[in-house]
DNA sequence: ACAAAAGTGTTCTCAATACACCCATGT
DNA sequence: ACATGGGTGTATTGAGAACACTTTTGT
């Protein structure tokens, strides 16, 4: 006997985006003004149907598309919010993803969707439970943080090391101490020094750095940690 | 204008659990014999579709109670498996929980699905996608052991100090040395020594601990790193 | 000359590790 | 008396944290 599927529920399945930037100074997420009932007007992570034939994560990335025109953007699954009364109109479960991606590009941000992007720590309050899966996100994202040098995605090709620490103590939301981290960086031998100078900050101008790609892909297989 | 969802996709949605216990040697993980087809007399994990009334944790907790009539088990989500192809005869979406459960508890397993109790590391190969969701759960086990003693769930009240030793020795695949474990665990002051002995293993006996719920929570609040 | 950011090393502290012997008891 | 597992402390090492002055150059 083989299993009759005809009488189970289905069920409206979701993506929804938490799509994170920056900017050099702070973390940024990009949202979406719904224009569309309900709670049209309001502020939302920007989201769509899992179609019957596509992957969650194939979902994702069309998502992420249709907004900014990019391809093969970092994603990483989150969690399934299935609460039943999530939105109001249906009952319709949600697969969040998180995007790392660098504002840097070029992006051609479609206008159909009035996206706009806002400081982490200073952005509107959100619909449904779209709250929660920011601060989920927040949550992640620091974890990966630890994990690997989650930069790579988020910073231009070149880079100075306050960069990369505006960019860490973004994420962490603290303090370091400048001599500890640079120290902390090269000691984990994943970027290169390049002759260059960006002279935009200071008289004396700061060295611009990139990741050495390839040490970066071994340390990540070797499994490395790295601690702030 | 409001949303018309009628032409979205609907999608069937299980979740499946990957349900681990201790025997006080080995690590343990619960699987049932499918007994319908595809695939019927193999192994695989525990699940069942969501219905229309239920969110993804109360599924999880409903299938869980089926199979071994406890309630209120320590379920925490894991991932969403979302392969068009993943099941065979129709597109399944899929959401894994694991389980922690104390196989001292007198469970009586339903005997409807041919349980057993395999040890996790002489598991048979199952069907599907299970053999990733339970690698992708055996992951997450040993990082939520670094952020709380999960012995809580998976020990009986009162165990040997060798017992949580031997339990944080199966997680993580590792042996470690007696005085250091002891030491890092008195360290952590969230257990009792109780006045009792278990005589079970040797003449001389080894005494039996408790959890200090209260300070074990309290600790959790503050958000404590259990490193081993 | 001075202001403004970049760059750079050492010391201290604490946590992780390695390691070996005595104890209590049943046989 | 001896065999078996239980219980305990110390010394060493290494990583993380704290900390301040010099350099460069545009104005």
Known sequence: MTQDYS?????????DCIIFGFDGENLKILLVQRNFEPKMGEWSLMGGFIGDEETSDEAAQRVLNTLTGLENIYLEQLNSYTQIDREPTARIMSISYYALINIEKNIQINEKYSAKWFDLKDRPDLIFDHNDMVKDAVLRLRRRATTRPIGFELLPKKFTMKDLQNLYEAIFDEKYDKRNFTNKIN???VLVKTAEKDMSSSKKGSFLYTFDEEKYNKKIAEGFMFKI
Chains 1, 2 share one sequence.
């Open 187 to 189: 000691a984990l031998d």
């Open 7 to 15: 009488h189970f529920p289905r069920h409206l399945v979701a993506v």
